[in-house]
């Protein structure tokens, strides 16, 4: 009866809500199971019932994260034709907007300096950047440029993610700076074709 009392109370989606900021904020190491239990008003066994350790909770944020960011771009890709150069723009202005829009999903996803954390995102850091690598190829092979094609889906990556850094550091929203992702996506692609 305790457990189920709890389970209505607390939510592992409320818990994931509220630790993904916190770790954003104070940093993994900084954090016990307790810390982000008392940041909630609960008892640190209420977050039990949901994660085992620490490691297991920051695991699920991770692949959640993820899930979400390829989930809004596979729709994205299903609503659009491969190797079109339109598609590669919409599935850029969609990570960038998802970065924007989700900053603390962003920086764990993508920012956490801890190599020991990083091992927690590497397989799914790879699935997306092979999504993205997937649609540059396609939009490169139609130019028949074996050089670019598999250098330019990391350079472009990285070119993105220094756009998404920049603004998140700066408190900045995508809606803040749509013109400007607009136009940054749009000289990236022109890079392309000359």
Same mark, same amino acid.
């Given at each position: 009866?305790?457990?189920? *009392? ?5 939510? +592992?989606? +409320? ?6 900021? /916190? ?27 949901h ?11 991770v &692949? ?5 960011? /390829? ?34 999903? $962003?920086?764990?996803?993508? !920012?956490?300096?801890?190599q020991?954390?990083?091992? $927690? ?7 997306? /950047?092979?999504?993205?690598a997937?649609?540059? +190829?396609?939009?490169? *092979? ?6 670019? !094609? ?22 900045? &929203? ?6 400007? *992702? ?13």
């Amino acid at each position: 009866m305790a457990r189920k *009392a709890v389970e209505q109370e607390l939510s +592992r989606q +409320r818990i994931l809500d509220e630790a993904r900021h /916190l770790f954003v904020k104070h940093g993994y190491h900084a954090l016990t199971m307790r810390s982000i239990a008392k940041s909630m008003g609960y008892s640190h066994g209420a977050l039990y019932y949901h994660f085992s350790e620490k490691a297991e909770l920051f695991y699920a944020l991770v &692949t959640e994260d993820f899930r979400m960011l /390829l989930e809004r771009q596979k729709d994205m890709l299903r609503r659009t034709r491969l190797g079109d150069m339109a598609q590669l723009e919409k599935l850029m202005l969609e990570f960038i907007k998802f970065g924007l829009d989700n900053p603390n999903h $962003y920086e764990i996803m993508f !920012m956490i300096k801890d190599q020991e954390l990083q091992r $927690y995102s590497r397989t799914e850091q790879a699935q997306c /950047l092979d999504l993205f690598a997937t649609v540059v +190829r396609s939009v490169v *092979a139609r130019q028949k440029d074996d050089k670019k !094609m598999y250098s330019l889906p990391w350079s472009l990556f990285m070119s993105m993610h220094g756009f998404i850094s920049y603004n998140i550091h700066y408190n900045q &929203t995508f809606e803040d700076v749509r013109k400007l *992702a607009e136009q940054h996506v749009k000289y990236l692609c022109e890079g392309l074709r000359g």
